[in-house]
T-cell receptor, first 115, second 108 residues
Framework: NAGVTQTPKFQVLKTGQSMTLQCAQDMNHEYMSWYRQDPGMGLRLIHYSVGAGITDQGEVPNGYNVSRSTTEDFPLRLLSAAPSQTSVYFC??????????????FGAGSRLTVL | GQQVMQIPQYQHVQEGEDFTTYCNSSTTLSNIQWYKQRPGGHPVFLIQLVKSGEVKKQKRLTFQFGEAKKNSSLHITATQTTDVGTYFCVGSQGNLIFGKGTKLSVKP
């Protein structure tokens, strides 16, 4: 049981490049989400999904795209990387979005640097 | 908007001293969760509190949920160097509302 798997762990991009952060979970969780973590800012929600085919914006969605074609996978796409997107990104999933079943399991994180 | 304020932002303690972090919500919560993130690591779930006035213990860690379900605390008795990390709360009210965390450092 791998839990939540994120790749890559580290990535360096140049301004304007695009890339995709991969996230996969094998727990049959309905809810998946992406966060970015910056010093002093805590975890901020980028996008989330409550099930396959359904996505919605979080607190800081600009510059990012997501899709949820399967229950297992929830990739995060950076369309045109900017230095402000330098951060640590975490994918997290939970059984459900509903209270009582919304304990999050986090991936190991992806550290992204944009030059 | 909905907020969960967490204090203090940083806490430096001598090994063996106690530590407490507090979370306060502007609105009533359905439940509150606590997570620990070791330096360089990812958040790991510690516990979930659901009932008004609930108190739960995990070895040296004591978690409380206020009577009004708007505040919560995590208390660590006799800290050890293994307790180092950031502790943050997550309030649930339909959506999840994250506290910014308390970074704990422990001096041996």
């Amino acid at each position: 049981n791998a839990g939540v798997t994120q790749t890559p762990k580290f990535q360096v991009l140049k301004t304007g490049q695009s890339m995709t952060l991969q996230c996969a979970q094998d727990m049959n969780h309905e809810y998946m989400s992406w966060y970015r973590q910056d010093p002093g800012m805590g975890l901020r929600l980028i996008h989330y999904s409550v099930g396959a085919g359904i996505t919605d914006q979080g607190e800081v969605p600009n510059g990012y795209n997501v899709s949820r074609s399967t229950t297992e996978d929830f990739p995060l796409r950076l369309l045109s990387a900017a230095p402000s997107q330098t951060s640590v990104y975490f994918c997290a999933s939970s059984y459900s979005y509903n209270s009582g079943a919304n304990v999050l399991t986090f991936g190991a994180g992806s550290r992204l640097t944009v030059l | 908007g909905q907020q969960v304020m967490q204090i203090p932002q940083y806490q430096h303690v001598q090994e063996g001293e106690d530590f407490t972090t507090y979370c306060n919500s502007s609105t009533t919560l359905s439940n509150i969760q606590w997570y620990k993130q070791r330096p360089g690591g990812h958040p790991v779930f510690l516990i979930q509190l659901v009932k008004s006035g609930e108190v739960k213990k995990q070895k040296r860690l004591t978690f409380q949920f206020g009577e009004a379900k708007k505040n919560s605390s995590l208390h660590i008795t006799a800290t050890q160097t293994t307790d180092v990390g950031t502790y943050f709360c997550v309030g649930s009210q339909g959506n999840l509302i994250f506290g910014k965390g308390t970074k704990l450092s422990v001096k041996p």
